[in-house]
């Protein structure tokens, strides 16, 4: 997925975002409140399968036999799609007449009024999340070494996302946003235990094949 179909549906959401805004009532309105808990909850889900994903290739886990072209392309599907949620998601945040976040709240940590840790860990999740998807843009003009360090930092992204969405969201008190943050995080951690697990596996096996 280009980073013009990116561009244009993160245009896309932040217009339908700033419709809601205008037409919401100023009293009692929540369409750019509401816009931000979906918008932030997408753009967790999409990263939180991109990472799966990421992992899937890497090790070459291909469920169903399907190709590891097919696997890859939608790795990088749902990591342009986060980027762009996750955009809606801080346009809806700045347009909402209660939590009055700003643009500087927005690039740097620890500066919003509204729980300021939570919210900050939230930011360098987006930093880290545009270094990652930079480091796939470049990947082929800088050594595999530095893009393959860059490209890890979807790790800590998508921890940071992680904790940023339970401890931030208001949404955590519901049965149904834990349990999908849990089973996220525990399928994120069986696959990365695979992957570490199957790494030894595959050492140990080449350790002790004969030499021919």
Known sequence: ????????????????????????????????WDA????????????WASTVLGIGVHFRLRPGGGPLTLFLEAHRIC???????????VAALLMDPVVHFSPVDAVLPFTSGYRPIQVG?????????????????????????????????????????????ITAGTDTS?????TIYAATAAATAAVLFGRVLGRGWVAAGEASSPVR
């Open 79 to 89: 990591s342009t799609l986060a980027l762009s949620f996750v955009a809606g998601h």
């Open 174 to 178: 519901s049965t149904a946003a834990l």
């Open 1 to 32: 997925m280009s980073w013009r179909v990116c561009a244009l549906l993160a245009a896309g959401l932040v217009a339908g975002i700033a419709y809601g805004r205008v037409t919401q009532d100023p009293d009692t309105g929540t369409a750019t």
């Open 121 to 165: 860990i939230g930011t360098i999740g987006l930093w880290l999340l545009l270094v990652t998807l930079g480091s796939t843009a470049v990947a082929g003009r800088i050594p595999y070494a530095k893009w393959r360090a860059l490209h890890y930092l979807a790790f800590p992204c998508y921890l940071a996302a992680l904790v940023h969405g």
């Open 36 to 47: 931000a808990r979906a918008a932030g909850f997408a753009g967790y889900l999409l990263l």
